[in-house]
């Protein structure tokens, strides 16, 4: 890594090695607030890499990828410097060129999906790191980008804040998660199916965020001019165990703490069959939908601008009913 790539970290990872820095960031307790397993959605993530022919399961980040690049492509300026949290394989980079972005650090929890990672023409350093501790020193980037990883984080709040730290004054965040409807046909049906066969059901798809709760997070991260917007894609698959096979190579199986790590087989059929009974296409198949979250927000900079002070308007609304039409104009 280059002394000018190394400036860039807090001192904190750089003491040591970052990836032992990050190891033992990693290796936290469970808490009360500790919704989900961080080192199980590691090894699921690092699984997922090292699997054969995987890319046939990523058509989903790929999408997405491209989405939030759209996004970028949308704000007229070029970053030399941006980061990309999460970003797997360069699933964003790989829609991005040269004009664009000029350098790019990229991150991700498993050193698997890391050694795999797909050249751009964007020079990019890849970094061991979880989202949920950042190791890069506050006003570095001048474009923070995320595809479909913040959703798997225990502290949302404090990764936001993170994030809005490590950007530069009028720099931007463009992000995407999954939201809260998302596969809640495999919710529905594995939740009927278990209640049936077993009399009561655990949580089997991981809880997610909803597009209020994804803005209130953003305004109190202290980020400002925010836009939040949800995209719906819906994938059909031959049966729900093509659904629970392509989650898994996408590494986005459940890690929850409460997860139940067991289905038995009998609580399988009973759901495929309520999920085609209650979902199913007329040519057989059976939708499976992902709820996409779009957020876009900017740090505080004097350049932006702000709404006018309250009461500084010299024109009142009541002055529009004496502007005289046009001649000839018709009645509203």
């Not at 860039?8 to 936290?28: D, I, K």
């Not at 009927?192 to 991981?206: M, N, Q």
């Not at 698959?237 to 459940?254: A, R």
């Not at 999920?275 to 939708?287: F, K, V």
């Amino acid at each position: 890594m280059s002394s000018v790539c190394w400036s860039v970290l807090r001192t904190a990872a750089r003491t040591s090695s970052l990836s032992s820095w990050w190891g033992s960031r990693l290796q936290l307790r469970r808490s009360s607030r500790s919704v989900f397993n961080r080192e199980m959605k590691r090894r699921q993530r690092s699984w997922a890499a090292v699997q054969e022919e995987n890319r046939q399961c990523d058509y989903l980040r790929e999408e997405v990828g491209s989405r939030v690049a759209d996004r970028v492509y949308d704000i007229d300026r070029t970053f030399p410097l941006a980061l990309d949290i999460g970003g797997g394989k360069s699933y964003i980079a790989e829609n991005l060129n040269k004009d664009v972005v000029e350098r790019l650090f990229l991150t991700d929890i498993s050193h698997e999906t890391l050694k795999r990672l797909e050249q751009t023409e964007i020079p990019t350093v890849p970094v061991l790191a979880d989202e949920e501790f950042l190791p890069f020193k506050d006003n570095t980037f001048d474009l923070v980008v995320s595809s479909l990883t913040l959703h798997w984080t225990n502290d949302l709040p404090g990764a936001l804040k993170q994030i809005q730290q490590v950007l530069k004054p009028d720099g931007v965040f463009i992000g995407a998660m999954l939201g809260g409807e998302t596969l809640y046909e495999l919710r529905c049906s594995l939740q009927l199916a278990e209640t049936e066969r077993e009399g009561g059901f655990s949580p089997h798809v991981s809880p997610f965020t909803t597009i209020t709760d994804l803005g209130n997070l953003l305004g109190q991260a202290g980020f400002t001019m925010l836009t939040v917007d949800t995209d719906e894609i819906q994938v059909n698959y031959p049966g729900i165990m093509e659904v629970m096979t392509d989650l898994q190579g996408m590494g986005e199986s459940n890690c929850s703490w409460n997860r139940k790590s067991l289905l038995h087989r009998d609580t399988v059929l009973a759901a495929a069959a309520v999920y085609r009974e209650m979902y199913g296409n007329d040519d057989g198949s059976i939708p499976a939908t992902f709820d996409i979250l779009y957020v876009i927000g900017w740090k505080p900079h004097d350049s932006q601008a702000k709404p006018a002070k309250r009461g500084s308007a010299n024109v009142s609304f009541a002055d529009l009913t004496k502007i005289s039409r046009p001649n000839g104009s018709g009645q509203t």
